[in-house]
Each structure stands twice: as C-alpha cells, then as structure tokens.
C-alpha cells in the first residue's frame, strides 16, 4: 500500500518537472558533444593531416579537408622513400614490435594463468603473502630497475635485441596477469576442483580440464591488456634497444624528432596513426574487454 | 621422489613467477638502492659513499625544477581528469542516447601510447602552422599560442595532452561506481524532494570515496612515471623548462654517466610512489578482508 503510494507521488513527480527536464537534457547533450569533439579533434586532425600534401598544410588550417584522398604521406611513412642513407621508415619497426609482443603476451599470460590458478586453488601457508609479492611488482616505477636492468641484458649477451625485449616484459607482466587470473579464479567455485582431485585428477588435469575451459575472458582481457602495454610500451624500448632492434613507437619518436629536412608533418601524421592503428583496431573491437582490465587491473602502469 | 614431485608441484609451477620478482624487481631495486650510497660515474662502484648522491641531487638545479615541474603537473592533472571525469560520468549516466558511441569516444586515447599522442598534439600545438594559425585564419588576427616553445607555458601543454589521454579512464572508473548504486537511494531521496543537484552532491557523490582515492592514487602513479609524453611532446625543453624526474633519471644514467646520481632519483622516485601506495595497498587489503 505504501509502495503504491509512493511509487504515484514519484510519477506525478516526474510530470511536473518534464519541462525543466527538456532544457536540462538540451544542456546535457551540448556538454558530452562539446567533449566528444575535444576528445576526437586529435584523431581527426591527424588523419586529414596525413592526406593532404605540404603545400595544402601550409596553406589551409588544422581543421580544412584534404583535397582528395592522398596516401602518399602513408607510403613515404610506411616504406621510405627509397634512397639509402637516412630513409627511415616504419615496416622493419612494425615487424619488430610483432616479434616482440607476440611471445611477451603469450609468456606473460601463461606464466600467470598457472601462478592465479596455484594462489586459489592449490592454497598453502603464506600464500596471500606470495600474492601481495607479487601484487608490488605492478606499482613500482621502472626507474628504479633500468640501470640493473641496463646491466643484466648485457650479462646475457642479449641487450639490443628482441629477445631482450620479450624477457623485460614477460617479467614486468607477470605481477599483472597473476592479479587478473587470481581474481578471476577465486570466484570459481573450489568443490568443482575438491570433486576432480577426490576423482584422481592430477594437478595439470584439473587445469587443462576444468579451468581453462572456463577462462575464455579472463585470457581475453590479459591478452588485450598486455598487447596494449607491451605494444605501446617507449621507456624499456627506448632503454634496452637502438637502431634495428627498435620497436614501432622508438623508431616512431625517432622518425619525428629527426630534424635533417624540412619537416613533414603529414608523414609524422601518417607513421603516428600507423603506430596507433593495432591497439586502436583491439580496443574498437573488443572495447568491453580493454574498459575490464583497466579497471581490474585499475594500477595501470 | 616421485611423491615429493607429486606434493610439491604447485610450488614447482609456481616458483618460476616468485623467482623472476624477486630477482627483478626485489633484487633490482635493492641494487639500485645499494648504487645510489656509492660514487658511481660511468661504471657502478661498489665502495659506499654514505649521502653524496642525495645531497647533489637535491642541490641539483635541474632536479629542483623537475620536481617543481612534477608537483605543477600533477596537481592540474588530477583536478582537470577528475572533474572531467566525474562531469563526463554523471551526465552519461542520466539515461543519454547514443552512450556506448561517446563512451567509446571520451576513452579511445587510452588505447594510444604517450609517443603517439604526443606526436598527435606537438602538430596541433606547433606556433606556426596548428592551433594558432586556425584562429588567425578565423579572424582573430592577433591570436598567439606559444605555448609549446614558451619557458613558462611550455608545462601546460603537457597537462593539455596529459588530461585528454587519462581524463576518460577516470570517466569509466566513476561510471562503473554511479552505476553500482542501487536505483532505490535515489528514488527515496527523489521522493523526499531533493534534485538532481542534490542527489549527486549529497548522496551519490559521497558515496563514491573509494572511487575518488582508486583514481587519486592511478593518477599521481600515472604522473610520477610520465616519461613518454615529455619525451614525444617536448624533450624537457624549451631548455629545461619542462623536465621531469623520470627524464632526469634516464639522461643522467644514460647520457651524462652519473650512474649513482640517476640512482639516487630512481630511489626518491620509488619513494614517492611507495608513500601513495602502500596505504592503498593496506586499505584495499583490509577492505577485502573485511568481506
């Protein structure tokens, strides 16, 4: 009776305040479009930027269109021009980053799928211990290893190289891909792994049979999240490699910082949005993945 | 043996991941801890060398103006993504046409690295030929925007593309909060004559303290590491008008030899970020303890 009540009164309510309600909404939809431009005016401004030829960007203004579709810009950031000395360009770099992320993710994630899967479901003394151990590695600032770091890589006889490259970030991954797989796998219910193990299912068994099967979105926002990191990664990168061994956003800094001619600004635009375009292609695609690990992992480094 | 294997085997699969902290992180810190009390130039010397380091750091001129720069940056670009943020979340979450399209717009530049937007953003913020050429072309014709290779200004162009880049995490982080509040609080307080306003600064706004303090601590963690985006955007300069500590710390290890220097910052560094992370390690701990 009383919900009636009070459910009628709240109805007449929303009547009276429909009219102030029409304005409000007005304001609300000029704000979020206002941003909405502010946010997107960066992407835009690069993309027509990387069509039009110099003497168009010299001539009109940020914001004027290109006077048709002209990819040359793309070609010359992509390809090079074709002279030797000095032609640099992105292919070889885009190559490396692949050869670089591929096996880093793939590591990373396995190397923490196991460690989430043994911190929930094969408990033992000190093993929320383990956990923020671990959990630390997310938060410290990478300065404070690039000497050692610098040193280690050398040691190995693999500093400049992509191999050195994968092992920085299979290693700094790990304290995030074992919080993604240990959160993710402490909802699972421990009597489904209780059940296997009293059935005689061994230790990799249950994981293979039982987990795995089951981890279908925690794997997808860990992949999603270190392709990202790793693909967009410039400290290690710029730290640890030079010359060939450089991943896309090393060569991409050098490319634009490179002061030899005049500049070029539709081919800095043009090698900045071929930089961009792989972690932007994932994150349109699987956007409600990419939004899950940044709020889980939520201590983005 | 077959049975100790057996017994030990999530330890065994677990030691790979323990191991590699604590060798790289753990051990590497305390290296750099341990460099950062000797006299290393070029090469790390083993030798202590007691406070030398800290004290010509903090003398440093350079360093006093990175700091400087990172205490500037950091405050604007908490405010601005904040109050961004909580502005974007709240009008989202009335109910708006088309929310997922502008969701996806106001958080797409997370997606992009520092390099690229910093690249993005140095073309539109050029003096000659960007932002300041288009007002001029508009009719503003004494129209001036230096600020890129302006001493004084050249900081906030940093904070410019800082905020545009995180401003839409924060808006995501405080969706998700607004949205975990049950519909029946804002009925009730609807009911007992409150506004909109009223609702959100009274009643839901309060109620997302931990979100506030989860977006604090990513933000000042976001700040004190920002690297890419000064290298991308201005290099330090003009001069060095616009250097930051995690910049120092790698000239100084990587260009000018002063190895136990650099150490010494990458500790004042890691200090710093500890002094914000720990209580919300502690907290977050208790918290879930608390459950």
Not at chain 1, 174 to 186: D, G, H, M, Q, S
Not at chain 1, 261 to 285: H, Q, R
């Amino acid at each position: 009776m009383q919900d009636n009540l009070k459910s009628s009164s709240y109805q007449q309510l929303e009547q009276k305040s429909k009219y102030t309600n029409m304005f409000l909404r007005w304001f609300l939809y000029f704000v979020l479009i206002l941003f909405a431009s502010y946010f997107i005016f960066p992407l835009y401004v690069m993309v027509v930027t990387s069509l039009k030829t110099m003497e168009e960007i010299r001539q009109g203004t940020l914001l004027s269109w290109p006077s048709g579709l002209n990819f040359d810009s793309w070609a010359v950031a992509w390809g090079g021009r074709g002279y030797g000395a000095g032609d640099t360009f992105l292919k070889p770099y885009f190559w490396n980053s692949i050869k670089m992320v591929v096996p880093a993710v793939f590591f990373s994630t396995f190397i923490g799928a196991m460690t989430g899967y043994v911190l929930t479901k094969w408990r033992f003394k000190g093993d929320s211990w383990v956990f923020l151990f671990l959990l630390f590695g997310c938060f410290i600032p990478f300065q404070a290893i690039l000497l050692p770091m610098a040193r280690t890589l050398g040691a190995l006889g693999i500093s400049n190289s992509i191999v050195g490259l994968v092992l920085v970030h299979t290693v700094y991954g790990i304290p995030f891909t074992t919080l993604f797989f240990r959160n993710y796998y402490v909802s699972v219910p421990t009597e489904l792994v209780k059940a296997a193990r009293i059935d005689g299912a061994g230790f990799f068994k249950i994981f293979f049979k039982i987990l795995l099967p089951i981890s279908a979105p925690i794997i997808v926002v860990t992949v999603i999240w270190q392709f990202t990191q790793i693909w967009n990664d410039f400290l290690f990168g710029s730290t640890f490699s030079f010359g060939e061994a450089a991943p896309i956003q090393v060569a991409l800094n050098n490319m634009v910082l490179s002061s030899t001619s005049v500049k070029e600004y539709n081919v800095d635009m043009a090698s900045a949005i071929i930089a961009g375009v792989p972690t932007l292609i994932v994150y349109v695609l699987a956007g409600k993945y990419f939004i899950r690990g940044l709020t889980s992992g939520a201590v983005k480094g | 043996m077959f049975k100790w294997l057996e017994k030990n085997l999530p330890k065994i699969v677990m030691a790979p991941a323990v191991g590699l902290i604590g060798w790289f992180v753990y051990g590497f810190v305390l290296w750099t801890l341990y460099i950062s009390f000797t006299n290393s130039k070029i090469l790390p010397k083993y030798e202590l060398w007691g406070f030398g380091q800290y004290e010509k750091l903090w003398a440093s001129r350079k360093w006093l103006i990175s700091v400087d720069n990172l205490l500037v940056f950091t405050a604007l670009f908490l405010i601005f993504c904040i109050v961004i943020g909580i502005i974007l979340a709240i009008f989202l979450d009335q109910k708006i046409r088309a929310e997922g399209v502008l969701r996806t717009i106001y958080l797409y530049p997370m997606a992009l690295s520092f390099i690229v937007t910093g690249t993005a953003w140095k073309w539109i913020l050029n003096p000659t030929l960007g932002i300041q050429k288009m007002f001029i072309e508009w009719g503003f014709e004494n129209f001036t925007f230096d600020w890129l290779v302006n001493r004084e200004m050249a900081i906030y162009t940093i904070v410019i593309a800082g905020v545009w880049q995180s401003a839409g995490f924060v808006m995501a982080l405080f969706l998700a909060g607004l949205r975990s509040v049950e519909d029946e609080i804002v009925k009730a307080a609807k009911i007992d004559g409150a506004g909109l306003f009223t609702v959100y600064w009274r009643i839901l706004l309060p109620m997302m303290r931990p979100v506030f303090f989860t977006s604090f601590v990513i933000l000042v963690h976001i700040s004190i590491k920002s690297y890419d985006l000064i290298v991308a955007l201005t290099q330090g300069g003009p001069g060095i008008s616009t250097t930051m500590p995690a910049l120092f710390m790698t000239q100084a290890a990587f260009h000018k030899s002063q190895v136990g220097l650099s150490a010494a910052s990458a500790m004042m560094m890691f200090m710093a970020v500890a002094a914000v992370i720990i209580p919300y390690l502690y907290s977050e701990l208790r918290r879930e303890n608390a459950r």
